[in-house]
Antibody, heavy 122, light 110 residues
């Protein structure tokens, strides 16, 4: 069974940094692209970033470009999202999602984790 | 404001057929296939349809999708109370180089 388990969320001050993780199991991690999608309180879904199965290609939403970094560690089957220069508007539940194939730009997200909550507030 | 436009709400009675629209542009729906997601209250989204009209295993054939030009639609036939949820369309945008979602449609079963 494919499972995604996010961790690392919490409360951080504006301008601060936080790294969230996503432990993947039940599939060949290197064969699939992965994405982060967030949902602000009471709002809709917003794709944040994605990384190809090989790790060689990454994409970012304009709202986080230059502040967030996506990476993956194959030995641990883990996806990361390093969030820097956090803003109040980054407050959201962050979902880790598996894409349906190797490429972020061709395959959509088919399995989602339960999410981890990030709150940016002073 | 979302790149893809969905009606904020839709409703129907049990057994009815309802449709939810998703409007985009030539750089997204006009060039790429559409996925639909269902989000039940207080849960993570689940893939409902991919490649515009393909159902993952376990999704009943009451759910179907189509697209025409720069718009897509989700149809739910034989509406059931358990279908009450938020529904989102999504596709890749060639101009933005990223995935874009609709704002979501809250479906109420009366």
């Amino acid at each position: 069974e494919v499972q995604l388990l996010e961790s690392g969320g919490g409360l951080v001050q504006p301008g601060g940094s936080l790294r969230v993780s996503c432990a993947a199991s039940g599939f060949t991690f290197s064969s699939y692209a992965m994405s982060w999608v967030r949902q602000a309180p009471g709002k809709g879904l917003e794709w944040v970033t994605g990384i190809s199965g090989s790790g060689g290609t990454t994409y970012y939403a304009d709202s986080v470009k230059g502040r967030f970094i996506i990476s993956r560690e194959y030995s641990k089957n883990t996806l990361y999202l390093q969030m820097n220069s956090l803003r109040v508007e980054d407050t959201a539940v962050y979902f880790c999602a598996k894409n349906q194939g190797q490429l972020v730009d061709y395959y959509g997200m088919d399995v989602w984790g339960q999410g981890t909550t990030v709150t940016v507030s002073s | 404001q979302s790149v893809l436009t969905q009606p904020p709400s839709a409703s129907g009675t049990p057994g009815q057929r309802v449709t939810i629209s998703c409007s985009g542009s030539s750089s997204n729906i006009g060039s790429n296939t559409v996925n639909w997601y269902q989000q039940l209250p207080r849960t993570a989204p689940q893939l409902l349809l991919y490649n515009t009209n393909q159902r993952p295993s376990g999704v009943p054939d009451r759910f179907s999708g189509s697209n025409s030009g720069t718009s897509a639609s989700l149809a739910i036939s034989g509406l059931q109370s358990e279908d009450e949820a938020d529904y989102y369309c999504a596709t890749w945008d060639d101009s933005l180089n990223g995935w874009v979602f609709g704002g979501g449609t809250k479906l109420t079963v009366l």
